[in-house]
């Protein structure tokens, strides 16, 4: 659980700096409305597309508003947009019904004569075809608008790029999340008592309500150490006091080290006193620092109630016993010396 609380902490912290998705939808709606700025294209679109070809988003820019697309399945990259080529190597061609290869191209999508589009793949293998389209009858795309195109793919791989990255990331946030609030779960339901403190800090991060209970104090998340550290009076095995730095919280702290189990009586606030078992262990961070430490211990009070009770369940039986067995003792004692035969 400790390694798990560590490693959720990591990922946790790695998605905060994530790029946010709505910036990636943005960046890629706005390449095709730039690349018909650029080059008068009646039509444009980015179709992104994962490495075996299925579909994930499109963008467009020129379309009629009465087209509603996004109820459509999405163009799967067949035929000729299937075919495109790499950045250096753009699909030029006046009139693309004349292609051998012109269809796949859904009902919902505009009439289209001239085309000029190329394929664009980042390293984690997200691929997207950006094309460009006239309308039947307009004038084809030239060579300055195929370098325009081209200079346009570089900005489309960083978007891929932000949006492979956002993915990563939103995965791990979501893992992270999940496993922290499975590892709070499990905190909260323990049977021993689990408090946990930020090293940098030192915080609170987390408790379980057992530890609560026997510190009897709500534990805030937020709560300074030194304030955790008022609510536990402790004393060791011999009756002495133990000092703020001897806390075993302290110790895992400063000696990065976890503290062997030790018996001490916790003193509460009303004066009664809670034999518990201590110990502390700090959590590694994964560039060599220290993390956070946890404090785990253990309310041992039934178990010196059933060793207490056996106890005098023991003396009790020998008490008992004691004056029947002298009874016992001294009539065998009668028999041995009545039983002895008699000298002559």
């Known amino acids: 659980d400790v390694e798990r609380y560590s490693r959720a902490l990591d990922a946790s912290e790695v998605a905060r ?10 960046a890629l709606s706005d390449i095709p409305k730039l690349a018909r700025e650029l080059t008068g294209a009646h039509y444009a679109a980015v179709t992104v597309q994962e490495a075996n070809g299925r579909p994930l988003r499109i963008y467009h820019d020129g379309m009629s508003e009465e087209t509603n697309w996004k109820s459509r399945d999405l163009p799967v990259g067949r035929g000729v947009l299937g075919k495109l080529g790499h950045a250096d190597s753009p699909l ?15 009902d919902w999508h505009p009439q289209m004569e001239a085309l000029l589009g190329v394929q ?11 094309y460009l389209a006239n309308s039947p009858g307009e004038p084809g795309f030239t060579i300055e608008d195929e370098h325009q195109l081209t200079q346009l793919t570089h900005f489309a791989q960083l978007a891929l790029d932000s949006a492979t990255l956002y993915e990563r990331e939103r995965e791990n946030r979501v893992l992270a999340e999940s496993a922290e609030r499975r590892l709070q779960a499990v905190i909260e339901e323990s049977t021993v008592g689990v408090v946990i403190v930020e090293a940098g ?6 408790s379980s309500q057992e530890a609560r209970r026997i510190l009897d104090h709500s534990l805030d998340i937020g709560m300074s150490l030194d304030n955790i550290n008022r609510l536990m009076t402790l004393y060791d095995s011999d009756g002495r006091l133990v000092t703020a730095s001897e806390l075993p919280l302290e110790v895992a702290l400063s000696s990065r080290e976890q503290t062997r189990p030790q018996d001490m009586l916790f003193e509460k606030v009303d ?27 253990q309310d041992v009070t039934q178990i010196h109630e059933v060793d207490h009770a056996k106890s005098e369940f023991l003396s009790m039986i020998t008490h008992d016993l004691r004056s029947p067995l002298a009874t016992i003792k001294g009539m065998a004692g009668s028999l041995n010396i009545i039983s002895e035969p008699k000298s002559e």
Do not use: E
């Not at 700096?17 to 943005?26: E, F, I, K, M, Y």
């Not at 030029?92 to 859904?106: E, T």
């Not at 800090?201 to 987390?206: C, P």
């Open 271 to 297: 004066g009664t006193r809670v034999p518990v078992v201590v110990t502390a262990a700090p959590i590694g961070a994964d560039d060599g620092g220290l993390d956070s430490a946890v404090l785990i211990f």
């Open 17 to 26: 700096h994530q790029l946010a998705a709505p910036s990636v939808d943005r």
């Open 92 to 106: 030029r061609m006046d009139d693309l019904s004349k292609h051998p290869d012109s269809y796949g191209f859904p």
């Open 201 to 206: 800090s030192r915080k609170l991060l987390g």
């Open 120 to 130: 664009i793949a980042n390293s984690a293998g997200l691929k997207a075809n950006l």
